[in-house]
């Protein structure tokens, strides 16, 4: 209880090391192997709870796996245009999910990330032009890694590959096609409320969130507490919603409870709040049972 967020560690180091100041940790350079290590531990953590594997004969957990299958089948029945999915997480239980629509060969010119990447082959593939799936991670995501020389990011549509950069050993698994100097590093973005974005294709990943949402005719929300530290996407909402001209895009916000609707609507005044939670959203819509009404119908029949 007397410990410090992991968010306030990774701002304070942020902050040193731009700063040019020195925290008693030791030398500049302790600062940023400080840093690294911190992003490898939370990346070891978010690893460790990405194989989701939901107990059925548990009522709780039953229904995850059921308020979980229901989100992919909402995200697959958008109406028009491809499935655009802006995402601040860096697990990707639900994308994964998303990818097994598509061949291996098609995974290039379907699937858009929002910058070039290489296969786990090493050929580099191209943006998608017409992409039917659009999945946009702002913070970075565990199926990627790095190259710090040519700066390509790799991808692996199948499951996490993070945990290539923790590796001692050497060889083509964690090596880019352009060296043999130094394993692939993970490609997250710190939990830090001093970020400083400079990886080109973090940045190109932006750029492509902020058209898809300014261009969008709807935009649902779900789960984000709009923190008013969160400066960079506040921004990006913000941009992204005036930058649509006269015609705005119908805006729904779902969260569990109404704590952050002053914040939401201050930036979207006709945008509509959903405070029941994600379950009862899907319910709606049309894409998750009732388990209230089921047990309320068996009370009545018994």
Known sequence: ETMPMVTEVFSMVDYAINAGELLPIGTIADHREFRHLLILAITDIIM????????????????????????????????????????????????????????????????????????VAGKVQTRASKPELRVLKLHGSLDTLHCPYCGH?????????????FRIDSDEDNMCECNDRDILGVHIVSMSLVRDIRDANLLSVWRSALETLRTANEGVIIGYSMPQEDLAI???????????????PKIIIVQHGDKAKPAYISLFPNAKYFDQGLEQYLIKKGFLSDTSQSSKVIKKAK
């Open 234 to 248: 506040r921004s990006l909402l913000m941009r992204a919603y005036h930058g649509a001209g006269k015609k705005k």
């Open 153 to 165: 990011v790799y991808f692996n549509p199948y499951g996490t590959i993070a945990w290539q950069a």
């Open 48 to 119: 460790s709870d990405f194989e989701v594997d939901w107990d059925r004969n548990d009522p709780t957990e039953g229904r995850q796996a059921d308020v979980f299958n229901a989100m992919v089948r909402y995200l697959k029945a958008t109406p028009k245009g491809p499935i655009n999915l802006i995402s601040t997480n860096y697990d990707i239980t639900l994308e994964s999910r998303l990818y097994y629509r598509f061949q291996d060969s098609n995974i290039a010119k379907q699937v858009d990330l929002g910058y070039d990447w290489r296969s």
